[in-house]
């Protein structure tokens, strides 16, 4: 769970430092006292996008510290080389410039690699989520999410992947005739060109050292007629071998008077007869040395021939060679197309016939779970106040996709008599906030993840629907830790965690506070929210009658 949030520098909080608990935790305060900076400062370490905007007006960076407390030894841990800790610290820098800092645990990680982990540490729920419920594209994937079918979701894309890549291979094989002669004539035409240069693997790479050898013999030969006088020597001198000879006779006659000289020949007898063998190879190299001008010729007449197949066909005589291969390959494909294309066609009804049936599979999973999901979410909708709601999963078949072949839409009737329609269609925004929290709790069932943050997911219910609401959510909170944003006093007065966001203004400066709440502390907030700014004596009553309750 969230235990910890240290946030400093973003937009109105120079700094605050905020402590979780289990349970209920509740945040209110004034309409643009910072409540939503809070949340965005918890989406930043989960790593969701950071603007330059968040950070405070005079300062050069922002930063979020969260300490998460009971988080389990997630595989993510490992692949990504980060030291496993149940008291997990994520940090984020985020500066002016663009630049973005993550840190879990010490190590440093990319954005993108923090959000796979933040998916699996919190789930934030907001007035957004009333835009994924009506888009019908989400709401297989909310069933799944509930039917826990990934095993047959998995069985399933195999087959289809298979399905796929042999309808795309038909597509590759079927042309028109015309279109068939032009291709198998320009392969011919490769085929040949490239034959014809009877090219060996690498032959580019000899003839180019070889070439180079050539065009810089006079140099070379210079170089080794002077590296052979140097070691053999000359008229003028005789020579590091002949030195080195000389030096070891020298030495050879002082060990005759002490053992201590014996170390210092044998070093130099050695290295006169690595100097012998080295002058010997020296001036083999220079008498095999040789130049011609017919063989530079001839190189440079087979590299200008590799020269424009490698422009065509590839970066070396390899790439050629392979090029010519794949060419041979496709030229023998087309020619065979018709036989080839009939065992494609056998081929593929065969693999449409196990998809289907892995579709069939998982569509009558589906089916079973939408009606469990229906049921389950108009069990949580009666608690809600909602009893007379209907709610059904309708389906549509559907050619096979990637999803299998079935096509979910959610349809209710808010009122009784009233024929099902899609969600956007019949949902007050009262009703729709009440139906997302029934079906986040319902969906929650199956989720391993332990923070739930609700951001004022409240909007647009009151009176006897927000005291259900209240319920419903510490009804969650007994087994999740929830974190919620919210206006209505029911709410706050079911928390086990009251904290009050504050706005104040210092030496012409914003700044926000979070403060826990103690009981008389609740009872004037309850009482602001309940009755305004002016708070009464029959404001405060009615608070402490609520937290009493």
Same mark, same amino acid.
């Given at each position: ?162 399905? !796929? &890549?042999?309808?795309? $291979? ?5 042309? =028109?005739?015309?279109? /068939? @002669? %032009? +291709? ?107 130049? !011609? &001008?017919?063989?530079? $010729? ?5 590299? =200008?021939?590799?020269? /424009? @197949? %490698? +422009? ?30 009939e065992r494609l066609k056998g081929k593929l009804k065969k ?85 997302? @929290? ?78 826990p709440l103690d009981l008389e502390g609740r009872k004037r ?25």
């Amino acid at each position: 769970m969230l235990s910890l949030l240290h946030i400093e520098n973003i937009a109105v909080i120079e700094c605050a430092e905020i402590s979780f608990d289990r349970g209920f935790n509740v945040l209110t305060g004034e309409t643009g006292a910072g409540k939503s900076i809070v949340i965005d400062a918890i989406s930043a370490i989960l790593g969701e996008r950071a603007y330059r905007d968040m950070i405070r007006t005079g300062t050069q960076a922002a930063s979020v510290r969260a300490v998460f407390t009971g988080v389990p030894e997630l595989p993510w841990f490992e692949e990504n080389g980060v030291e496993y800790d149940s008291e997990t610290v994520i940090q984020r820098q985020i500066h002016l410039d663009g630049k973005n800092v993550c840190r879990v645990n010490g190590s440093l990680v990319s954005v993108s690699i923090l959000r796979k982990l933040g998916i699996q540490l919190i789930n934030i729920h907001g007035q957004h989520d009333t835009a994924s419920l009506f888009d019908e594209d989400n709401h297989l994937t909310m069933l799944d999410a509930f039917a826990d079918n990934q095993q047959l979701q998995a069985d399933y894309q195999e087959k289809y992947t298979a399905v !796929s &890549a042999l309808r795309r $291979e038909i597509d590759r094989m079927t042309m =028109d005739e015309g279109e /068939k @002669l %032009r +291709r198998m004539e320009t392969l011919r035409y490769q085929i040949a060109e490239i034959e014809k240069a009877e090219l060996e693997p690498g032959e580019d790479e000899v003839l180019e050292e070889r070439r180079k050898i050539l065009q810089n013999s006079e140099k070379l030969s210079d170089g080794l007629n002077d590296a052979a006088e140097c070691l053999y020597g000359g008229e003028d001198s005789d020579g590091a071998a002949g030195l080195l000879a000389q030096a070891e006779y020298a030495l050879s006659r002082l060990v005759r008077f002490s053992d201590s000289f014996s170390s210092l020949h044998d070093r130099v007898n050695d290295l006169k007869y690595q100097v012998q063998d080295i002058a010997e190879e020296v001036r083999n190299a220079r008498d095999e040395l040789s130049y !011609s &001008a017919d063989e530079l $010729e001839q190189i440079e007449s087979r590299l =200008d021939v590799i020269h /424009k @197949l %490698r +422009r065509k066909y590839g970066a070396t005589c390899g790439d050629i060679l392979e090029y010519l291969e794949k060419s041979k390959k496709e030229l023998d494909d087309i020619e065979f197309a018709d036989d080839h294309l009939e065992r494609l066609k056998g081929k593929l009804k065969k693999a449409e016939k196990q998809a289907w049936d892995a579709a069939l599979v998982l569509r009558k999973n589906r089916q079973e779970t939408a009606q469990k999901l229906s049921e389950r979410i108009l069990t949580e909708l009666a608690q809600l106040d909602m009893p007379r709601v209907q709610f059904q999963c309708q389906f549509q078949e559907q050619e096979l996709g990637s999803t299998g072949a079935d096509a979910v839409a959610f349809y209710m009737s808010a009122n009784a008599g009233e024929a099902l329609k899609p969600l956007s269609k019949v949902a007050s925004g009262g009703e729709l906030a009440r139906i997302m @929290l029934a079906m986040k709790n319902v969906l929650a069932e199956k989720d391993q993840v332990e923070t739930l943050i609700f951001d004022e997911v409240d909007t647009g219910v009151s009176g006897r629907a927000a005291q259900k609401v209240a319920e419903k959510l510490r009804s969650v909170a007994a087994h999740k830790q929830v974190l919620c944003v919210t206006h209505l006093p029911q709410l706050a007065a079911l928390a086990d965690t009251h904290l009050l966001i504050a706005k104040s203004e210092r030496d012409g400066r914003t700044y926000t506070t979070v403060t826990p709440l103690d009981l008389e502390g609740r009872k004037r907030e309850l009482a602001r929210i309940i009755g305004g700014a002016n708070i009464t004596e029959t404001t405060l009553k009615s608070a402490e009658e609520m937290l009493c309750q």
